[in-house]
């Protein structure tokens, strides 16, 4: 099962990768945990101290790797390197494992002029293609709003491309940015996933903006103390049974596909 989990800002697309990571892991066995957004924190959404996420080195910032496997310089624009570097040991040599989910943050691709065309985002792009078509693990990837690491190869091989919502227009709005992106990437089924819900009238908001469009797999209740373990540096999953019982609900839903 390989999923993608993209959306608006804010809207808690973390703490829902770190929670259904861990989900996944206490159901299956291991999973693996890309964090593909810049602004790096999946570590501590799924529980991983900040000691042992500080000694990760993000795989954009690896000059030596990518010199190596793609024969040309960090940040070197014009010259020759590998459009198709060696990733497939990158997993197992830079993931580090807490409750048998398997963490692998990405780092930010710094862009030049119009997209980037240059040796970091080949070694990444490889990687989350490699990642997508080969690797056996389940695999949920936190991605920012935009999507550019994926590319048409990769998508075909998504089994859930989830996006984040929260009941207010911008979001939903952002998830319709998203899904024409998606949508032209080759992916078909998105799907959504509603978040910070206080009332039936959340939830019918988001209903009525999503339509037909794309299929709710469910809701995550607004949460204090999803903030009290952000606030805390700890996993939402470990301090609160109704975040787990709700993400659980999403899974089995998922699963029933
Ligand atoms: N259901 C919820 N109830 C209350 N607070 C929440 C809920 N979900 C997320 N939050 C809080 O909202 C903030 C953003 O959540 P999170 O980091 O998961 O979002 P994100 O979409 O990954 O953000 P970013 O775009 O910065 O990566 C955090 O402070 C988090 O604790
Ligand atoms: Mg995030």
Redesign the pocket.
């Known amino acids: 099962m390989k999923i993608a989990v993209s959306?608006?800002?804010?809207?808690?697309?973390?703490?829902?990768?770190g929670t259904l990571a861990r989900v996944l892991a206490k159901e299956s066995g291991t999973v693996l945990a890309i964090d593909a957004?810049p602004?790096a924190?999946l570590g501590s959404?799924i529980g991983f101290s900040q000691e042992a996420v500080d000694k990760v080195k993000p795989v954009a910032t690896m000059m030596e790797l990518i010199e190596e496997r793609t024969g040309a310089k960090k940040g070197e624009y014009g010259g020759m390197f590998s459009l198709t570097p060696k990733v497939d040991d990158i997993p197992e040599i830079y993931a580090i494992t807490h409750e048998n989910v398997r963490l692998l943050i990405l780092g930010t691709i710094q862009q030049g002029g119009s997209g980037c065309f240059c040796p970091e985002s080949a070694l990444l792009k490889n990687l989350i293609n490699h990642l997508f078509i080969r690797q056996q693990d389940t695999l949920i990837v936190?991605m920012?709003?935009g999507i550019e690491h994926l590319t048409r190869g990769s998508t075909a091989y998504v089994d859930m491309f989830i996006i984040?919502v929260e009941p207010g227009q911008r979001s939903i709005q952002t998830a319709f940015h998203i899904k024409s992106l998606a949508n032209e990437l080759g992916v078909k089924e998105i799907y959504v996933v509603g978040?910070?819900?206080n009332s039936d009238a959340d939830k019918e908001l988001i209903e009525s903006v999503i339509g037909d469009e794309m299929k709710i797999l469910g809701y995550?209740?607004?949460?204090?103390k999803?903030?009290e373990?952000?606030m805390k540096g700890v996993a939402p999953y470990d301090i609160d049974e109704k975040?787990r019982a709700e993400v659980s609900a999403i899974n089995e839903k998922i699963k029933a596909l």
Request: proline share 3%; glycine share 12%; aromatic share 6%.
């Open positions: 959306g608006k800002g804010g809207v808690g697309k973390t703490t829902f990768s957004d602004d924190n959404a936190d920012e709003a984040t978040n910070k819900i995550i209740s607004y949460n204090p999803i903030i373990a952000d975040v």
